[in-house]
Each structure stands twice: as C-alpha cells, then as structure tokens.
C-alpha cells in the first residue's frame, strides 16, 4: 500500500504541480484514510520527498556508474555519446520525474534545492567528468553550466512540453520506443557538440602573383 500510495503521489505532483495537489483527495483516490498518509508521512512535503525517492532510487545509484574509469580507455567522444545517452534514458523510465523537475526548476526555492542537492548534482559531476576527459579545445569552448541547462531541457522536454510534443508526434501518445529513440538522438546531438571543432578548408582561390 506504502508503494502504491507513493505511485499515486508522483503522479499527482506531477499532473496538478505541488500546490495542485491535495493529500486529502490523493487518500480518497488510493482508497486509504487521510490520518493513514499522516501517520507514515506527517506531511505533503514529506509524502513529495518519499515518492521522488521511491521513483529514482535506482537511477540515482546508476547515474556515477554511467562514467566509470574502465571506459576512459574507450574513444572519448563514444564514452561520452554513450553517458549521455545512458543518463536521459535512466529519466525517461521515470516522466513524472522530468515533469515536476521542470517545473520546479521553473519556480526555483526550496524544493528545488532539495531536488538539485539529491538528485541533480550528480548529473552534472556526470558532465563534469565527460567533459574532464575532453579534449582542451573541447574544454576551451564549453561552457559546462550551459552544458548543464540544455541538458536538462532536452531531458524534459517531452513532458514540459507535452502539448508540443505530442503535435510534433501526429498528436499520438509517446511511447516507450519513443522515449528511447529522443535520448539516444538527444546524446547524438551532444557528443557531436562537445566534439573537437574541426577549421574549414580555405578554398579561397590564391591571388596571382
């Protein structure tokens, strides 16, 4: 019941925002009583906590291993194609998760700093250490917080932006193969942007002498 309670809770902080949300109804619609969720949660604030931390335990253990010292022997820009890639499909198996980050990042405060201090900083030591194994004119030209940012707007923009999302799609519903097919491009696009800058050819034609 603890689990499915949770289930419920993400959801709804996902579809109606943290304001939005009333424990009260949430009890009603899960079939328990409202001093139920009291009693193990005290308060919406700590049902939010528990029900993110339920969603994302998983990925928050997998999020280091993305980048591990076995693969900086690989073709850097593979590593780092792969561990993007692998770090937007770990939040596309949780989209109630990419919905309440944007729009908390949105409206920034507390509950944001509780999601970046858990959650979000680990991701960006993920990009700090992609970005680490660079190459220096790599590192000379990114800017590792706009890094950052486009990141996290790419990840949730099938969710923030559902409506438009879903117009692009033909008005269907995404569905699994979807997910995985925008953070695979997603990390495609990436790793072609952090790729060592490659100067044109001069073709000018050389004056006569």
Do not use: C
């Not at 000379?140 to 996290?152: E, G, N, S, T």
Request: glycine content about 10%.
């Amino acid at each position: 019941m603890r689990r499915a309670l949770l289930d419920a809770a993400l959801g709804a902080f996902a579809a109606r925002g943290y304001d939005g949300t009333s424990v009260r109804d949430l009890a009603r619609r899960v079939g328990v009583s409202h001093n139920l969720v009291h009693h193990h949660w005290g308060s919406k604030r700590a049902l939010w906590e528990a029900a993110i931390g339920q969603a994302l335990a998983s990925s928050r253990r997998e999020l280091p291993a993305l980048v591990e010292p076995s693969a900086r022997g690989r073709d850097w820009a593979v590593a780092n194609r792969e561990g993007i890639a692998g770090a937007l499909r770990l939040f596309a198996r949780q989209p109630a998760i990419a919905k309440i980050m944007a729009d908390e990042s949105a409206r920034g405060g507390e509950r944001l700093d509780f999601l970046y201090e858990r959650y979000i900083a680990p991701f960006a030591l993920l990009l700090e250490r992609l970005l680490a194994g660079a190459p220096a004119d790599v590192k000379r030209r990114i800017d590792a917080r706009a890094a950052l940012l486009f990141l996290f707007a790419g990840m949730t923009a099938p969710f923030a932006l559902g409506g438009l999302a879903a117009k692009l799609d033909g008005s269907r519903e995404i569905t699994e193969d979807d997910l995985q097919r925008f953070a695979a491009t997603v990390g495609e696009i990436v790793a072609h942007g952090l790729s060592p800058a490659h100067r044109p050819r001069d073709h000018a034609p050389k004056g006569r002498s």
